[in-house]
DNA sequence: CCTGAAAACAGACCCCC
DNA sequence: GGGGGTCTGTTTTCAGG
């Protein structure tokens, strides 16, 4: 599962993960090599699934979701047919941005971008007539500090 | 700061975020429209902000970075200075992927990507020493049910 | 594994509608 | 604001070291 990279690979990540729109030529020049073996590196490392797709970051503020929670879940109901809709739910909806199961007594956490309080609670109410749900607590952003898609290398 | 986009704009974000590497010809295709339109469109979105950058999706597991935090901070200092230091080390930090200051009685939450757990207690020891904490809890995922970069349009 | 060249392709920008 | 064409640069492939 764990891909062996070298300096050179983690490099181009580096700069992928920066600005994926840089040309070989250009990759090539501030890694020291050429466009070639940039080009069969890149190639092996999407074929390992190391790089997994190339994306447009948009600003939320911009498109009007600015609203942003983070929804801590508690639940009852821990059987297979439960958590198979309730993930069904999660992927379903597209202004969950994040799911995680958690460890220790929160079972779940979510991001949950939407374009104001009124929309998260619509969303809210459609998550709990859809699925049972013991606790909800939801943390409303004042302030996005920082959001990077950028992995440490 | 929000931006008057159509329905237009709008198909063009939806692909661009599931692939942003599509030629101008087959986005054009994809929306009904040709090259120029297309091109001008995505220009005006980048100049407006709304497309802030092009970048490549990696996935944490195959870099070996298997554990996600999200961490909750309660503070007890609220004083210009305290706050200066504690966002310039959560952005000097490349671990942690996300930071937000909340509404309510816990005041900062952030996510967190480390190789492991050692390298998790690294990050909070070091974090702790350079700014005073009232009081953290850690919430470990132990699978990422989603997590995706688009946003719903 | 790299270099260098060649071919196919896409981007950027024109002018005309 | 949209459409077609063109020049330029980039990606992708391939032969050879």
Not at 66 to 78: G, K, Y
């Amino acid at each position: 599962m764990v891909a062996r990279l070298d300096e050179m690979d983690r490099k181009i990540l580096v700069l992928l993960q920066e600005d994926a729109s840089l040309s070989l030529d250009e990759i090539a020049r501030r890694v020291g090599s050429s466009k070639t073996p940039v080009w069969n590196r890149i190639r092996r490392m999407r074929e390992q699934g190391v790089i997994l797709k190339q994306t447009a970051i948009l600003d939320p503020e911009a498109l009007g979701l600015e609203a942003c929670f983070f929804v801590l879940i508690r639940t009852s109901e821990h059987e297979a047919e439960w958590q198979r809709r309730f993930l069904q739910v999660l992927r379903d909806r597209p202004e969950v941005l994040e799911a995680h199961r958690l460890a220790g007594d929160i079972d779940y956490i979510l991001k949950v971008r939407v374009p104001n309080a009124r929309a998260y609670d619509t969303f809210y109410q459609a998550l709990i007539s859809e699925v049972k749900i013991y606790n909800v607590t939801a943390l409303l952003s004042m302030e996005e500090i920082k959001a990077t898609t950028v992995l440490p290398l």
